[in-house]
T-cell receptor, first 113, second 113 residues
Framework: KAGVTQTPRYLIKTRGQQVTLSCSPI?????VSWYQQTPGQGLQFLFE???????NKGNFPGRFSGRQFSNSRSEMNVSTLELGDSALYLC????????????FGPGTRLTVL | AQSVSQHNHHVILSEAASLELGCNYS??????LFWYVQYPGQHLQLLLK??????LVKGIKGFEAEFIKSKFSFNLRKPSVQWSDTAEYFC???????????FGAGTTVTVRA
């Protein structure tokens, strides 16, 4: 079956702008998690959604937000972009148990100028 | 909160050499443990995982890992590496019923032909 897809794959924005990233999970997966990957901080958890509800949130400022739709597709939004938001944003989907494998998408590379 | 430490930042090996990557976690309770790999230009994919049972876990591509509860460790091994094992390797943990993965900083493995 098709894997996790993320759009767009690349984005260039300027400071102060806002951005929306999209993630389509594997069919049948109801949990979607978002991670930020940077060379300095590594992989950091942003938030996780299950059946349209945010169940967990990482230590990121309120400028980072997300949502999940009834078809399990998810979006994350970053408002008032800062240079430090430049990163690879990864989406992962999984089944209903915490032991289930999280399948990662290719990521969206965000560059903030 | 869980934390994960990977001892080696960069490992350089020759083909046919054995590989062992260290991973230690700090968490007082039961955890689920994962090793992910990121090949150049590809997305994160699962190598293996442990959540219960036999502490020696076998994964894809000849990798295995051993969970030693008393040492809070989950080290990854491969008896004989190939050039195609060049990649970045991440250890990750989550608590039962928690989808948030806490990742280590990653180990870059370079295999020389």
């Amino acid at each position: 079956k098709a894997g996790v897809t993320q759009t767009p794959r690349y984005l260039i924005k300027t400071r102060g702008q806002q951005v929306t990233l999209s993630c389509s999970p594997i069919s049948g997966h109801r949990s979607v998690s978002w991670y930020q990957q940077t060379p300095g901080q590594g992989l950091q958890f942003l938030f996780e959604y299950f059946s349209e509800t945010q169940r967990n949130k990482g230590n990121f400022p309120g400028r980072f937000s997300g949502r999940q739709f009834s078809n399990s597709r998810s979006e994350m939004n970053v408002s008032t972009l800062e240079l430090g938001d430049s990163a690879l944003y990864l989406c992962a989907s999984s089944g209903t148990r915490s032991t289930d494998t999280q399948y990662f998408g290719p990521g969206t590379r965000l560059t903030v100028l | 909160a869980q934390s994960v430490s990977q001892h080696n930042h960069h490992v350089i090996l020759s083909e046919a050499a054995s590989l062992e990557l260290g991973c230690n976690y700090s968490y007082g309770g039961t955890v689920n443990l994962f090793w992910y790999v990121q090949y150049p230009g590809q997305h994160l994919q699962l190598l293996l995982k442990y959540f219960s049972g036999d502490p020696l876990v076998k994964g894809i591509k000849g990798f295995e890992a051993e969970f030693i509860k008393s040492k809070f460790s989950f080290n990854l091994r491969k008896p004989s590496v190939q050039w195609s094992d060049t990649a970045e390797y991440f250890c990750a943990v989550n608590a039962p019923n928690d989808y948030k993965l806490s990742f280590g900083a990653g180990t870059t493995v370079t295999v020389r032909a």
